[in-house]
């Protein structure tokens, strides 16, 4: 006779496994009150280099290819606190690609840990990592595009997106 096992929920291990491994920082507490869960996309921002972002992670959530100069498509799903507290970091693992005909060599692999700046539970949202030449990167959460005028970077590190002036209210 076969023993059965039960299973959790996924959510459930999706929840354990972000309390265990996913955030580089203690957590006090992990409970589903007190973790909130975004999409994972990317943004590119070096359409001079050539360079594509091949693909990426962000503490083990996948992120899609971004284009030279292009957003990626968003990816299911990272968890992080409800509660932004000081030191909170990501580390992120991207990979280049060139161009269809771009006879280069892309650039090694990287990974960086880097903090993520704050944020509240109202607005919070997905997990963007923006892409830089020499290598540099940042991760921000938002629930705003990166068009939107409370978007969470300066006019010079949105370059070359632009925010947008006809955007009004929340």
Sequence with gaps: MKSITKRRPVSHRLRQFACIGGLT???????????????????????ESGWSIAGFTVNGAGGANASPGYGAGSS??????????????????????????DPRTPPPPQEAEVEIPEYTPKTAGAINVHFY??????????????????????EEDKKPWITRTDIVGE
């Design 133 to 154: 030449s020499d290598h540099r990167i940042k991760v921000v959460i938002s629930r705003y595009a990166i068009e939107h005028p409370r978007y969470p970077l300066s």
């Design 25 to 47: 920082v203690m957590l006090t507490a992990c409970s589903k009150n007190d973790m909130l869960a975004g999409d994972v996309s990317g943004y590119n921002h070096m359409p």
């Design 76 to 101: 299911c799903c990272m968890s992080f606190p409800k509660h932004w507290r000081p030191g909170i970091k990501a580390k992120v693992r991207w990979f280049y690609d060139v161009m269809v005909g």
